[in-house]
């Protein structure tokens, strides 16, 4: 399997209370770069999985195991949440689906 992308992983801890804004503030991490395989589910496998039609869903795979769970995926500019995370002996899939704003 060819990893010719490359993907941004964000991870998005705990929000934490600044008391010089007075607000919470979410705090990010941003794991860049990391080699990845981008295939589009079918329809019908997206039903399976999901029991939604409506979501265009995308696998990422990664060449190894992850120890993070990241909650967002940056791919070519484009922002996508995490909606599945699978662990594998020697891989990770992510599936995705874009955010609309």
Known sequence: ????????????????????????EASYKTYTKIPCNVN?????????EFGEMAKDVSVVRLPKQLK???????LKGRKYKVM?????DHSTS???SEVLF
């Open 1 to 24: 399997m060819r990893y010719s992308e490359r993907v941004d992983l964000v991870v998005e801890e705990r929000s934490k209370y600044n008391p010089l804004t007075k607000k919470k």
């Open 40 to 48: 589009r589910l079918s329809r019908e496998r997206t039903q399976l």
């Open 68 to 74: 993070l769970e990241p909650t967002h995926v940056l």
């Open 84 to 88: 599945d995370i699978r662990v594998y």
């Open 94 to 96: 992510l599936f995705i």
